[in-house]
């Protein structure tokens, strides 16, 4: 077993009504069994505070897609760090691609977003990853030491206690196109051996770095066995709960 904390994260993104999310929830809490890894959902919004009620006391975490950095105030439609805590959620994934890609969110403003959840205690699952084209060119460790630098290395050391990194190539997520297990491997080498370069081994070493982008239960076992790899965010297999144990039980 690996040392590192080891996590399976579901995204649920924008899917699943409150009655939808009801029953997901009933099936996941049937299925749920003592793991190596730590379990998470990430509901919509509106159904965070219910998830979080219906999972209390369980082994499996409700957390949020994603917040705003500002602590509240005049930003139409969107959701603080403080109420997030306020409903028993302490973690928030920040920086998904999708949110980059439709939402325009830029490396700066997940800097002020890390920040924001950090002050409030919030853990940050924090998302990156190269697109086809960088992936193409030869240019994906370039792309991704970016991403990590202009979002992260503003943080002291000790703030990456509270951070747990999700290497997610644009092109495989929702597409059925996986990134190779060695691929996800060496991509994962490279992120531990950037924040060393930084913060030093200690940091590097105790790092969580989840693969995300088409993991499903065929090719979970493989993926999870890389030794860089400490497990995954989840996208669309995370919506039905024999699949999504499925790759929680690859561990
Ligand atoms: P996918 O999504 O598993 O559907 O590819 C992963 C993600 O977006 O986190």
């Known amino acids: 077993m690996k040392m590192r904390k080891q ?5 649920w993104k924008m899917n699943n009504n409150l009655s939808q999310t009801e029953a997901l929830i009933d099936a ?24 979080s009620q219906a999972l209390h006391g369980t082994t499996i975490e409700v957390i ?3 917040m705003h950095f500002a602590e509240n105030g005049a ?9 997030l805590k306020s409903i028993g959620v302490k973690t928030v ?9 439709y939402f325009n969110e830029t490396d700066d403003l997940l800097a002020k977003k890390v ?18 084209a960088d992936r193409k060119s030869g240019n994906q460790d370039a792309i991704v030491e970016a991403q990590l630098k202009n979002a992260l290395f503003h943080l002291e050391g000790e703030a ?17 196109e996986t990134a190779t297990p060695e691929q996800a491997q060496d991509m994962h080498a490279f992120i531990r051996k950037t924040l060393a ?26 993926i999870f066995s890389k030794p860089d790899v400490d497990g995954g965010l989840i996208g669309g297999a995370a919506l039905k709960a024999d699949d999504f144990f499925a790759i929680v039980n690859a561990f």
Not at 93 to 101: K, V
């Open 7 to 11: 996590i399976v994260a579901g995204n």
């Open 93 to 101: 994934i920040l920086g998904h691609s999708e949110r980059r890609e």
């Open 64 to 66: 949020a897609q994603n």
């Open 115 to 132: 920040d924001a959840a950090l002050a409030n205690d919030l853990r940050v699952i924090f998302c990156f990853g190269e697109e086809l």
């Open 28 to 51: 996941l809490k049937s299925k749920s069994q003592a793991s190596n890894a730590e379990v998470m959902v990430a509901p919509t919004f509106t159904n965070l505070y219910h998830a």
């Open 197 to 222: 370069g930084t913060y030093g081994d200690d940091v590097a070493n105790d790092m969580t770095i989840l693969y995300g982008g088409s993991v499903k239960p065929a090719n979970a076992q493989e």
């Open 75 to 83: 930003y139409t439609g969107e959701v603080s760090a403080s109420m």
């Open 160 to 176: 990456f206690k509270n951070i747990v990194l999700a290497y997610e190539p644009v092109w495989a997520i929702g597409t059925g």
